[in-house]
């Protein structure tokens, strides 16, 4: 007990000198928990990303397929598909038409993969609605006389609307994104697609400017049939509006014209029957429980098909990538800055001592000379080192609190990716035909739906865990530890005699 008094004793005997190295350890310490704080945060919020980013897939026909599907057809005449179609069984006509989709059961056997949460299906048509006119799509028809008859010739009139249907009308992409909202009614339920029910959600400012509420019915035509077991009734069961119309009209692009009031929901299965491609589906939209299981998914989608090129999964893992490599960089950054300022607190300590030590070689012989112990002094001198290490983490955890989400931010900066102009990356008929031919992923809204402009950005909170007063006692003991190292080697070696010898 004597040995820990002194030692305390000494420490306040010599405040100079100690100042000199609580002040160097303190910048280390505060440098160092500082790249822990940032490093526990990076690592921290890349999880926080894996649970909403990079773990959703869908299921639909592969870019490179629809491609050389359209070229084929681009190169046959009109005569020649007229006398195909003539020579084609009931079976035949139903794969003709859903050559550019995918099996239903194809969807459905994925989704029992262990990896997947949950799943929908989807289906996007353009039906005919004989009583409403499409007003928008009339006044591009009437640009030019071959505009409206190449339109005409794929069935696309201007009482052509786009029907989108799943299995809930809940979870259609752009209600889940925000793009549109119930205003009136219900959504339809997977009941309603279970039991076919002709049940139709319908654009606000369609509805009043045809005077329809919730409640009344319209018809609609069954592609390619003809006659009145072509017209299916359907009821509305609710009424939506579009929250994001008035940004995507003026945008002016092609490639994001969606205009307000063009698009009908419905059950997958009544859409089925309008676009008369019953058991197949545009996509298969999955979720699952991490950016991790990608490859596994991707593997397991490749064993069911054969590794056929007709289909392909695609995944949001890019997004995921995009938002996380800011923040892995900013990891691996912290991670050399703790290490190289831990290594500055352990040269500081060791040089700290030494200089100490050398310095009170007298004091030390004395105290050795009277009988005190090896263990007694060196006792005292661990209560000396462990003193200077205490000032130090406290003040340094202090000020890691106030700087560190300054650093955290500093270094995010530095790790994020430099963006080409737009100039630069959209130039050349190549990347103009690749913006027409690109396809959305269902969950930004679909083929027909514009991406929302705010994409999440990495963002790094640094908060001061609870984590960080053990990993500073952690590092505390350590450098008093290595701070010792000094203080036993020489008092271990010296002899009173020869230190008095010396005077």
């Known amino acids: 007990m004597r040995s820990l008094k002194r030692g305390f004793r000494s420490f306040r005997r010599h405040p100079s000198s100690n100042l000199v190295v609580v002040l160097l350890l303190f910048v280390c310490l505060t440098f160092s928990l500082s790249m822990l704080a940032v490093k526990l945060a990076a690592d921290s919020q890349t999880e926080m990303v894996k649970e909403r980013v990079g773990n959703y897939g869908e299921v639909r026909s592969s870019s490179g397929f629809m491609m050389s599907t359209f070229e084929m057809e681009r190169e046959k005449s009109e005569a020649e598909r007229a006398r195909e179609a003539r020579g084609l069984s009931e079976e035949e006509e139903l794969e003709e038409r859903a050559k550019t989709l995918v099996p239903e059961e194809t969807v459905d056997e994925f989704s029992l993969d262990h990896g997947i949460i949950k799943y929908d299906k989807v289906l996007t048509s353009g039906v005919s609605v004989p009583g409403l006119k499409n007003v928008e799509l009339a006044s591009m028809l009437s640009l030019s006389r071959e505009i409206e008859e190449g339109a005409a010739a794929s069935g696309i009139t201007e009482n052509t609307f786009v029907f989108e249907g799943n299995t809930n009308g809940a979870s259609a992409s752009e209600f889940l994104n925000g793009s549109k909202k119930l205003v009136a009614g219900s959504f339809y339920t997977y009941a309603d697609y279970l039991d076919k029910n002709a049940v139709v959600l319908m654009e606000k400012n369609l509805a009043e400017e ?266 505390l003991l350590g450098i008093s530890l290595l701070g010792m190292a000094i203080p036993v080697a020489w008092i271990s070696r010296l002899r009173p005699a020869r230190v008095l010898s010396m005077e």
């Open 210 to 475: 045809n005077e329809l509420e919730v409640g009344d019915t319209l018809k609609a035509t069954i592609s390619g049939e003809k006659g009145k077991d072509a017209e299916v009734e359907l009821e509305i069961v609710g009424i939506y509006e579009t929250i994001e119309a008035e940004r995507q009209a003026q945008t002016g692009s092609f490639a994001t014209f969606n205009p307000a009031g063009n698009k009908f929901f419905a059950p997958l299965s009544v859409v089925q029957v309008l676009n008369n491609t019953p058991g197949y589906v545009e996509l298969g939209s999955y979720y699952f429980d991490n950016v991790d299981s990608t490859d596994e998914l991707q593997e397991a989608f490749l064993n069911q098909t054969d590794g056929s090129e007709q289909y392909e999964f695609v995944t949001d893992s890019g997004d995921f990538e995009i938002i996380s490599d800011p923040l892995q960089k900013v990891g691996k950054t912290s991670v050399i800055g703790l290490a190289g300022a831990l290594g500055a607190c352990a040269l500081i300590i060791l040089l700290a001592m030494a200089i100490i030590i050398g310095g009170r070689t007298r004091e030390l012989g004395v105290l050795k000379a009277i009988g005190a112990t090896d263990r007694q002094v060196i006792a005292q001198y661990a209560v000396e080192v462990i003193c200077i290490c205490l000032v130090s983490i406290i003040l340094a955890t202090g000020a890691t609190a106030i700087i560190s989400q300054s650093i955290g931010d500093w270094l995010l900066s530095g790790s994020e990716p430099s963006q080409l102009q737009e100039g630069e990356e959209e130039s050349g008929t190549a990347a103009m035909m690749a913006r027409l031919t690109e396809r959305n992923l269902y969950k930004e809204g679909g083929l027909f739906a514009t991406p929302q402009d705010g994409e999440e950005e990495a963002e790094l909170d640094v908060v001061y865990q609870g984590d960080m007063l053990l990993y500073g006692i952690l590092i």
